[in-house]
C-alpha cells in the first residue's frame, strides 16, 4: 500500500519554526521528485518548495531564505524546515511525489502561524 503521511504541524507564533516530515511507504522513494504545497482557506493550493531526485531544490519567492526542503532517502522522508514564520503562512501543507507515470498526495498537515 502506498502511504505518503505528513507530521509535525500545528501551531507557533509569528517569527517561530516548525519541520515537517512526510513519510513515504510502499514505493520506490528515491525514484520520487518530492515537493511541498500548501493551500490557504479561498485559495488555490500553490508551490511551496521541490527536491528532485538529485537533491536539487526550487523554491516559491514567497519562501525563499526562510524554508528548506530536503530528503533522506534512506529513511523514505522529505522534511521542510520553515523558519521566520508569519501567518501568511498559514495553510494545510500537502507532500507531493512524482515520477514518470505516478504522482501521489499526502493527506496534508495544518500549520497555523498567529501574529
Known amino acids: 500500500q502506498v502511504q505518503f503521511v505528513e507530521s509535525g504541524g500545528g501551531s507557533v507564533q509569528f517569527g517561530g519554526s516548525l519541520r515537517l516530515s512526510c513519510a513515504a511507504s510502499?514505493?520506490?522513494?528515491?525514484?520520487?521528485?518530492m515537493g511541498w504545497y500548501r493551500q490557504a482557506p479561498g485559495n488555490q493550493r500553490e508551490l511551496v518548495a521541490t527536491?528532485?531526485?538529485?537533491?536539487?531544490?526550487n523554491y516559491a519567492d514567497s519562501v525563499k531564505g526562510r524554508f528548506t526542503i530536503s530528503r533522506d532517502n534512506g529513511k523514505n522522508i522529505v522534511y521542510l524546515q520553515m523558519n521566520s514564520l508569519t501567518p501568511e503562512d498559514t495553510a494545510v501543507y500537502f507532500c507531493?511525489?512524482?515520477?514518470?507515470?505516478?504522482?501521489?498526495w499526502g493527506q496534508g498537515t495544518q500549520v497555523t502561524v498567529s501574529s
Open positions: 527536491i528532485d531526485k538529485r537533491g536539487r531544490t
Open positions: 510502499g514505493v520506490a522513494f528515491s525514484d520520487f521528485a
Open positions: 507531493h511525489a512524482a515520477s514518470l507515470n505516478r504522482n501521489y
